[in-house]
């Protein structure tokens, strides 16, 4: 059974308890995650608060570390990298702890504390992320992070994405892919927006149409909206360790 949750705010946190779960901050926060770990990020510690990654940074001196992040779409002040995957690039987070924290994505990562596991998705490894979910017999949670507390219609994309592909891959194998309402409004949106042919153009297009697509207009940062529409470009599962608060590549030694 797939379950989307278009808000952080539309689920109880024990109500992931037995399942997996696949966080969605489309523009930008899961899309960067996955930047960072594809080019080589020792981890990614995801942060609620400001204060929390400038007391980490004091805490660890076993890893060179980066402030990364966002508050209103900008970089915080002081901070090394902002939260755009164009910041992550191998030369600058190889071997390097990420103290990372944004607007959204960052507090919807916690809100997924009592899942069996916590996946981070993006286009950019929805191929990784699809063909993991298809081993897992649990629940599937996709788990929508919005815009301050607003359901945005590029975090709905992908879980359409996800969804649909799910039953792609499942079709094959003849069997059955139950979904609640959301995620079927969520295959609607995707197949409306997405067909064969320019995916990333269509994707790119989408959002510009979305709430979180026109805030990186209004900023101009135009280009992150192609940055996040790449498809299949981080071949990686990001996957959070609650315990030692953690993102790391999944099998990761």
Same mark, same amino acid.
């Given at each position: 059974?797939? /379950? ?9 946190? =024990?109500?992931?308890s @037995?399942?997996?779960?696949?966080? !969605?901050d489309?523009l ?8 960072? *770990?594809?080019n080589?990020?020792?981890t990614v !510690?995801?942060?609620e608060?400001?204060e929390?990654?400038h +007391? ?7 890893s ?7 508050r209103?779409?900008? !970089?915080? =002040?002081?901070?090394?990298l902002? &939260?755009?995957?164009?910041? /992550? ?13 944004t607007t959204?994505?960052?507090?919807? *990562?916690h809100?997924c ?5 916590? /996946?981070i998705?993006s286009?950019?490894n ?13 629940p ?7 815009t %301050?507390?607003? *359901?945005?219609? =590029? %975090?709905?994309l992908?879980?359409?994405?996800? #969804? ?6 499942t079709?094959?194998e003849?069997n %059955? ?6 995620? +079927?409004?969520c295959?609607?949106? /995707?197949?409306?927006?997405v ?7 269509? !994707? ?7 709430? @979180?697509?026109r805030?990186l ?6 280009s992150?909206?192609?940055?996040? #529409?790449?498809?299949?470009?981080a &071949? ?6 609650? =315990?030692?608060n953690?993102i &790391?590549?999944? &099998?990761?030694?």
């Amino acid at each position: 059974m797939i /379950y989307t949750h278009l808000l952080p705010s539309h689920f109880s946190p =024990e109500q992931l308890s @037995g399942g997996v779960a696949v966080v !969605i901050d489309i523009l930008r926060a899961s899309s960067t995650i996955s930047t960072a *770990i594809a080019n080589g990020a020792e981890t990614v !510690i995801p942060c609620e608060q400001v204060e929390q990654t400038h +007391q980490l940074r004091k805490e660890i001196t076993n890893s060179p570390t980066l402030l990364g992040g966002e508050r209103g779409g900008v !970089i915080i =002040e002081g901070f090394d990298l902002g &939260n755009s995957p164009k910041d /992550y690039s191998c030369e600058q987070v190889s071997g390097k702890t990420v103290l990372f924290t944004t607007t959204n994505g960052t507090r919807a *990562i916690h809100r997924c504390q009592q899942a069996n596991a916590v /996946y981070i998705g993006s286009f950019l490894n929805l191929k990784s992320i699809t063909q993991k979910l298809q081993q897992h017999t649990e629940p599937i949670h996709l788990v929508c992070a919005g815009t %301050d507390g607003v *359901i945005t219609s =590029e %975090d709905c994309l992908f879980a359409g994405a996800v #969804a649909a592909e799910l039953t792609q891959l499942t079709e094959q194998e003849s069997n %059955d892919v139950l979904f609640d309402d959301a995620t +079927q409004l969520c295959i609607t949106l /995707y197949r409306q927006w997405v067909a064969a042919g320019e995916k990333q153009l269509q !994707i790119t297009e989408a959002f510009k149409h979305s709430q @979180g697509g026109r805030n990186l207009l209004a900023l101009g940062m135009e280009s992150d909206l192609s940055l996040c #529409a790449q498809l299949n470009t981080a &071949n990686v599962v990001p996957v959070w360790d609650r =315990e030692t608060n953690r993102i &790391n590549a999944l &099998n990761k030694s």
